[in-house]
């Protein structure tokens, strides 16, 4: 990358991963596109390129709700906007909570229900079923989102 070209550009970002291609992406798509992405490897090798592909529903605050869902629905018009699939298989993602998490975990999954996300709560045989051989002695309820 040359010292001119990184001076000339209109906007300069840090960083080639999902965060910052995203950002290169939607500039583009807004009309700026005198954008340099810089990276210390290659585009997107960093932890972005290595994800177990897990849509973070059940992880994030509430106030980031809405951002997972956009993201979400990003990954789904992937291939129709940008003519290659994004490499999203979706594998699911189960959260297990014990007692003192599981009316926390019960409040994600009734928000879950009303932002029209697909979630369920799981008791113990359904859990056995997802993750057989699982101690879940200290388990109370698990919160499993496709």
Not at 94 to 117: D, I, N, Y
Not at 121 to 127: M, R, S
Request: glycine share 12%.
């Amino acid at each position: 990358m040359s010292q001119e070209r990184l001076s000339s550009a209109d906007v300069v970002i840090v960083g080639g991963g999902i965060q910052g291609l995203s950002l290169a992406y939607n500039l583009a798509r807004r009309g700026v596109t005198d954008v340099c992405v810089l990276e210390m490897k290659e585009l997107g090798s960093g932890s972005s390129g290595r994800s177990a592909a897990i849509v973070g529903y059940p992880f994030v605050s509430d106030k980031c709700l809405p951002l997972v869902d956009l993201s979400f629905q990003a990954w789904m018009r992937f291939e129709a906007e940008v003519g290659a699939p994004p490499g999203y298989e979706p594998i699911g993602c189960l959260v297990l909570a014990g007692p003192g998490e599981a009316p926390w975990l019960r409040r994600r999954h009734a928000l879950l229900r009303e932002m029209g996300v697909e979630s369920e709560l799981l008791g113990h045989e359904a859990i056995d079923r997802l993750t057989p051989h699982l101690n879940l002695s200290d388990i109370e309820v698990g919160l499993y989102n496709a």
